[in-house]
């Protein structure tokens, strides 16, 4: 069936260090993997995504990669800042516009 | 350029009362999804609109349905509403057809049954 796994649930780090959340879908998954950031009492915000036809991408301090045969998708933060706190969804998409969350991971950056 | 625009933002209803919500997609953004966010079971997709025919369904009873009109607004509908039921909705546009293009989500409604 569609489904997304993601982990870990909670991550804490300190300001400066690196974040990684990583997930995992199950098949016949489309091409198209976003990450959504959502701030308490917030909309999910789109923050990066990747499709199949690229192993990774990057945007400041942001870097998603994929690997379609092990069908697992990671997203890593560096230099993390106490506004990185949020909690962090990945998705996959089954069908047309049909996104499938992971369960969230809550980070937390203390300063 | 207007983002995805969901209202009412906040709504308490009573058990076995039905309510609407509405959601106007970002302008020539022909699909709408929505989604119920809860703390136990996170975001659920429940059904995805584009050119006014509903194309994907969740996992979600019958009581909740949905419409999509010619402008693309989109409303949804939850009948004889239970206190499971509250939650955040939300509601997400997107410009491709093909659902691999970014969705966009509104604010949310937030709704309480009591």
């Known amino acids: 069936g569609e489904n997304v796994e993601q982990h870990p649930s909670t991550l804490s780090v300190q300001e400066g260090d690196s974040a990684v959340i990583k997930c995992t879908y199950s098949d016949s998954a489309s091409n198209y993997f976003p990450w959504y950031k959502q701030e308490l009492g917030k909309r999910p915000q789109l923050i990066i995504d990747?499709?199949?036809?690229?192993g990774e991408k990057k945007d400041q301090r942001i870097a998603v990669t994929l690997n379609k045969t092990a069908k697992h998708f990671s997203l890593h933060i560096t230099e993390t800042q106490p506004e990185d706190s949020a909690v962090y969804f990945c998705a996959a998409v089954w069908g047309y516009n049909k996104l499938i969350f992971g369960a969230g991971t809550r980070l937390a950056v203390h300063p | 350029k207007a983002g995805v625009t969901q209202t009412p933002r906040y709504l308490i209803k009573t058990r076995g009362q039905q309510v609407t919500l509405s959601c106007s997609p970002i302008?020539?953004?022909?699909?709408v999804s929505w989604y119920q966010q809860t703390p136990g079971q996170g975001l659920q997709f429940l059904f995805e609109?584009?050119?006014?025919?509903?194309?994907n369904k969740g996992n979600f009873p019958g009581r909740f349905s949905g419409r999509q009109f010619s402008n693309s607004r989109s409303e949804m509908n939850v009948s004889t509403l239970e206190l499971g039921d509250s939650a955040l909705y939300l509601c997400?546009?997107?410009?491709?057809?093909?659902?691999?293009?970014?969705?966009?989500f509104g604010q949310g409604t937030r709704l309480t049954v009591v």
């Open positions: 997400a546009s997107s410009l491709d057809a093909g659902g691999n293009t970014e969705a966009f």
């Open positions: 609109y584009f050119s006014e025919t509903q194309r």
């Open positions: 990747i499709r199949s036809n690229v």
């Open positions: 302008s020539g953004h022909r699909s």
